[in-house]
């Protein structure tokens, strides 16, 4: 269990509140690990999974001098 503590100071409004801690939770990235988790993939996959998207980020973004 992860403990997300957000500090409200005098008259700040509940709103900035929940923004912070909604940084706060994405920051630790607890969604993502448990996204992972809900499924087992073999390191295979994963790294085929890895390279695809390496080769789709370099395609997309590299090369653009």
Do not use: W
């Amino acid at each position: 269990m992860i403990i997300v503590k957000v500090d409200q100071k005098g008259s700040t409004s509940i709103d900035k509140a929940l923004r912070k801690l909604k940084r706060k939770f994405d920051n630790t990235k607890v969604l993502k690990k448990l996204r992972e988790r809900r499924e087992f993939k073999k390191p295979s996959v994963k790294k085929r999974e890895d390279k695809r998207k390496a080769v789709y980020i370099n395609k997309t973004y590299g090369d653009k001098d």
